[in-house]
């Protein structure tokens, strides 16, 4: 496990909002919020703990989190960058 992923689960652990007090003992991986090191396929990058779009320096609410929404912003914001593989974003990210 990477730096980055620790630090995103830890992130999502202390998140306070709504079921954070019933989820605790029920805490899975596949329900944390908070970004996830995949999202690089897309073009964004962790700024403490939000998805921050590297393209135009953007950054996603919580609440738009979600994979389908990031690759929608891509999609639509950066259609010229969408081809781009997960390697090239990592490359620009380094
Ligand atoms: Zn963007």
Known sequence: MTLKAVHAEITAITDSD??????????SKTKKRGYD????SFGFVDSNGSSLCMLCNKQLPNSSMA???LRRHLETVHPESKDKNKESFVRKKE
Do not use: R
Request: hydrophobic share 25%; net charge negative.
């Open 18 to 27: 709504d079921d954070a007090t019933t989820s605790s003992s029920t805490f």
């Open 67 to 69: 994979p389908a929404k």
């Open 37 to 40: 090191e995949s999202y690089i």
